[in-house]
């Protein structure tokens, strides 16, 4: 076989120039850590790598929205600690003030008590988080949601409730809205409320927390009428008779779903009213408590009335313990969710990194040792080049 | 006596001639394309002396080159192939490098402005982060831009190029006429060996640039052709490849053959060579890029929008468009007779593939074609504005009045971000709230609850009403007090252009109200709308979100690009083994010529001494006759 000078010169420079290129490209990647410098070299894991990337960034934003939302929710768990406190110990003020040894002027000392402590739960329910948002307002967080007004207590937001997305499939609501906190309080036992006429003269009392059974009541209204002391009916809100009969006191009443015991001695004609708890927030609740222990007592029948008004105070401040505790045991909830789901998120976010790795980076000892072994060939190369093309013919005529 | 005179004289002739070759040889030993050549030696016809039959020396047959035909044009195809995968994987490589950067490629700018979108919805009250999005909207306009003005560019080069290099096939083609006719004069009979050498060179550097075949014609002359048979050379004439403005688009070149029978664009008939990379480069690499880039700035811009409408902004109206895209293309050939015009809107990016357009009216109907496969597309409808035509998700409204055979370039996507930006004027116009609320009335005996409603035809007249729904029963309910509608625990009440849910199961009297969203600064409903587009499938028949079809146009283009360079390494290795044969065969190599110049030095000297011992015999003659 012929060998032209030219061919020997130009595939010896093509030789070592593609020797080179491969150097430089294992170079390169030992200079970046890279194993991928651009698509073309592995354009399915490039490809990967993107939607790793994009999938690392969309966990790193959960976590931070995880945060935010724990940080919210640590917030209204300490506010809503807060708010049990107070309503406990409004509670262990009307169970002092409904003692028989208190007196008119007692009685005022534990109002004025109530009263400081529903400022305080107020400005509970009016709480800022870190952006001075407010915590109970519903969406309009710009607006103080609980003001004091010539009607009482107005809620100013409104129902809605923020969510913050903690993973790609899963939102959890950040806040709850003071209405349901604070306003949308089902009175007496959470479903019936009942009460004395202000124009009873007996001693009969009426308990929410003895009325049994309500699996059939309907929404009804009634009025329980003592046509004499031993003697009673039942109307509807309509003045149909439901139910009347003979009463002894301590006897259980039955009408429409509902089984109702009234104690005490109650005087003909006087009037109960049964009929669906209505909401009320509770500030009304310590509210109209604490206006009751600043009516003085005369008489015994002022004095039941005083003593329905504070059972249904107490009954009123079980129901908003009851519904803070539920919306704590939903915030608690909520702060577990999110903690399983940061850490979670953390798992997946590491087995992303390493998949990201497994991709990207660089097998170092691989490389290094394809460095070596490149650099070792070129050198050969060379060397052999330079010894072969100063063999000529020329060189000895 | 005058005969071994004769024989020496021409011994030494012959022999000063191989010298000469041997130098010229060793001359050219790197010119490129040259082939070694050789003096043809024979024996003169020898003379009869009736004794027998006495030489009379050498002479000279020809100058005779190395050369075959088969290697040579292996060398041709091979270097046709290796140029095009050269091209083709050095403009792909660019576009490659372009996709992926980790700092100046899409999927950066896309991911944080979806955090800032998500930023935005932790707390849409607050300005800092409705500006930091808006920010964020203003840097993804502009990545978009910038992608797509580097791809410009690219695109600008390769029409250069393009250019550039049809200029140079017909400056080769104009040598290679000139060097047939000198061939032709120069006549068959002695080959005319260094006019061939050029003439084999200008065609295996008119290979390097675009696919030729080749015919030789008795005379000595070649033809050459392109294409599909079009002539570039046929003897010494040539046909001159044109470039020219597109009809569509003045900027844009086409290449144009100017033959005896009309001009034939050849865009899709050149193959091979660096014309071949470049025009496969714009079709299958820089094209597509440009198409998939634009579909995804339609796509993030369409899905943003729609959802930004559903929601109410900082001022509590329903939010308006924040991106707007560069409409798609609907262009008139410039050879169009008639005055016909088209619109073209794109209604759903999902459906819409990556490919151009032809829409074109035959005379009595207007049809639509693809470019990328050819296949006529059905359209629905009938091209007025009320009910445009449909296909592939667009709307074409054809206007004027077209003459038959006119032609329509439709672009769907390619203007998309040349016109991206921006639209909204303040960081107000994101839309975080919802539209309309619910509320159970204070006074309700249940519990039942009602969400915010979603909503579903922000155009009903209705929508921002205040209506009260109120049961009038437990599974019947009235509107403002109006009609009797069936209600069943965990139906949807439809009102006023949007849905509700009841939680719950409502009584007698219970009063639910829905109005608009007022006030509602931390409300995140929409907000949170918003940030899901990011992992909306809006693409590819809406099976990709927006960064995952990055993500495959990344793949696409890295591996195409990969291919051309795999293609283009095997190539150059192909080539330089049908080089090295060729060379094997035809290539100088020095120590050969250095033995060459020894043996017919040798012989000169030797030939030299013939007539040396020619005149010493002269000399012994002369000096017997004077005595």
Do not use: C, H, W
Request: net charge negative; aromatic share 6%.
């Amino acid at each position: 076989m012929r060998v032209s000078t030219q061919a020997f010169f130009q595939n010896n420079v093509l030789t070592l120039q593609r020797l080179q290129r491969s150097l430089n490209d294992i170079q390169e990647q030992v200079a970046t850590g890279r194993q991928i410098q651009r698509p073309s070299d592995d354009p399915v894991g490039s490809a990967r790598a993107l939607n790793l990337r994009e999938s690392i960034d969309s966990v790193e934003q959960f976590q931070r929205n995880a945060g935010l939302a724990e940080s919210r929710l640590r917030l209204e768990e300490e506010t809503l600690t807060g708010v049990t406190e107070l309503l406990q110990r409004a509670r262990e003020l009307a169970l002092q003030a409904a003692n028989a040894t208190q007196t008119n002027e007692s009685r005022d000392f534990v109002a004025a008590e109530l009263r400081q402590g529903l400022d305080q739960l107020l400005a509970l329910a009016n709480t800022r988080d870190s952006s001075d948002d407010f915590l109970f307002a519903g969406y309009q967080t710009q607006t103080q949601p609980f003001t004091r007004t010539s009607a009482g207590f107005s809620y100013n937001g409104d129902q809605g409730q923020r969510f913050v997305s903690i993973s790609r499939t899963r939102q959890i609501p950040d806040s709850d809205s003071g209405e349901r906190v604070f306003s949308r309080i089902r009175e007496g036992n959470g479903q019936v409320l009942t009460t004395p006429s202000a124009a009873n003269t007996g001693t009969g009392t009426i308990f929410n927390n003895d009325v049994a059974g309500v699996t059939g009541y309907n929404f009804e209204a009634y009025e329980v009428t003592f046509t004499a002391a031993d003697a009673f009916e039942v109307r509807d809100g309509g003045g149909v008779l439901v139910s009347s009969g003979a009463f002894t006191p301590g006897d259980s009443i039955t009408f429409g779903g509902l089984d109702v015991r009234i104690e005490g001695e109650p005087a003909t004609g006087d009037v109960f009213d049964v009929g669906p708890s209505p909401n009320t927030d509770m500030f009304s609740i310590i509210d109209r408590l604490a206006a009751a222990l600043e009516t003085p007592v005369a008489d015994e029948a002022q004095r039941a009335e005083q003593d329905a008004a504070i059972n249904r105070g107490i009954e009123g401040l079980d129901q908003a313990l009851a519904r803070v505790l539920e919306v704590r045991t939903g915030v608690g909830s909520r702060l577990a969710t999110i903690e399983s789901q940061v850490d979670a998120n953390a798992g997946a976010s590491l087995v992303l990194q390493e998949s990201l790795a497994d991709i990207e980076d660089l097998d170092y000892a691989a490389a290094i040792s394809a460095l070596t072994q490149q650099a070792t060939t070129l050198e050969a190369a060379q060397q052999s080049f330079l010894r072969i093309q100063g063999l000529s013919l020329f060189r000895l005529l | 006596m005058s005969s071994i005179l004769g024989i020496g004289t021409s011994a030494l002739s012959a022999f000063r001639r191989s010298l000469d070759t041997v130098g010229q040889n060793i001359a050219n030993a790197n010119t490129p394309g040259y082939n070694r050549q050789r003096v043809q030696l024979s024996a003169r016809s020898p003379q009869f002396s009736g004794v027998g039959f006495f030489g009379r020396g050498v002479e000279i047959n020809s100058v005779e080159r190395y050369y075959n035909a088969f290697l040579d044009n292996q060398v041709r195809n091979a270097g046709s192939s290796a140029s095009r995968f050269e091209t083709l994987a050095g403009f792909g490589g660019r576009v490659d490098d372009l996709l992926a950067d980790p700092l100046a490629g899409l999927a950066p700018a896309l991911s944080s402005f979806y955090s800032a979108v998500q930023d935005f919805s932790l707390d849409p009250a607050t300005p800092a982060s409705r500006g930091a999005l808006f920010a964020e909207a203003e840097s993804l306009v502009a990545r978009f831009q910038s992608l797509d003005d580097q791809l410009a560019g690219v695109s600008e080069e390769t029409s250069q190029a393009v250019a550039q290099t049809i200029s140079e096939i017909n400056q080769l083609s104009t040598s290679i006429a000139d060097l047939n006719q000198r061939i032709v004069t120069a006549g068959t009979q002695r080959p005319p060996n260094d006019l061939l050498d050029e003439r084999d060179q200008l065609v295996r550097e008119l290979t390097r640039l675009v696919d030729v075949t080749v015919t030789e014609e008795n005379n000595g002359s070649i033809n050459v052709f392109v294409g599909n048979g079009q002539t570039l050379v046929i003897g010494g004439e040539t046909f001159e490849l044109e470039v020219q403005p597109s009809e569509f688009d003045p900027n844009r070149n086409e290449v144009i053959y100017r033959g005896l029978g009309g001009d034939t664009p050849l865009r899709d008939i050149l193959k091979g060579g660096e014309i071949g990379g470049l025009f496969e480069f714009q079709n299958t690499i820089l094209d597509p890029t440009r198409r998939a880039l634009g579909a995804s700035a339609v796509a993030v811009a369409q899905t943003f929008n729609e959802q930004n409408a559903l929601g109410l902004d900082a001022n509590g109206n329903l939010g308006g468009d924040i991106f707007a895209t560069g409409p798609a293309r609907g262009t008139p050939s410039a050879l169009n007779t008639g005055t016909g015009d088209i619109s073209v809107v794109v209604q759903d990016i999902g459906q819409v593939p990556q490919s151009g357009y032809r829409f074109l009216f035959d005379g009595t109907d207007y049809r639509l074609f693809r470019d990328d496969t050819g296949a006529e597309i059905t359209l629905t409808g009938t091209g007025t504005g009320a009910d445009p035509f449909r296909a592939d998700g667009l709307a074409i409204t054809v206007s004027g009045a077209p003459a038959a055979g006119d032609t329509f370039e439709v672009e769907p996507v390619l203007d998309a971000i040349s016109g991206l930006s921006v639209v909204a004027s303040d960081p107000g116009a994101f839309a975080a709230a919802g539209p309309t609320r619910g509320s159970a009335d204070l006074n309700n005996l249940s519990d039942a609850s009602i969400d915010n409603g979603v909503p579903l035809d922000t155009s009903d007249p209705n929508f921002f009403a205040t209506s009260v729904i109120e049961f009038t029963g437990p599974n019947t309910y009235s509107v403002n007090g109006v009609g009797s509608f069936a209600f069943t625990p965990g139906d949807t009440i439809t009102l006023n252009g949007s849905a509700y849910t009841l939680t719950g199961a409502p009584t007698t009297g219970d009063r639910f109200t829905v109005e608009r969203n007022t006030n509602a600064a931390g409300d995140n409903r929409n907000a949170l709308a918003l940030g899901a587009t990011r992992d909306a499938g809006v693409l590819a028949g809406g099976s990709q979100s927006v960064s995952q079809a990055y993500a495959s146009l990344v793949a696409t283009v890295g591996s195409r690009t990969r291919l051309a360079e795999n293609t283009a390494d095997a190539q150059a290795i192909v080539l330089q083994s049908a080089e090295t044969r060729r060379l094997e065969e035809s290539g100088v190599n020095l120590d050969e010529e250095a033995a060459e110049l020894i043996r017919f030095q040798q012989a000169y000297q030797a030939a030299a001494e013939v007539i040396s011992v020619a005149g010493d015999l002269f000399d012994t003659l002369l000096a017997a006759t004077r005595r």
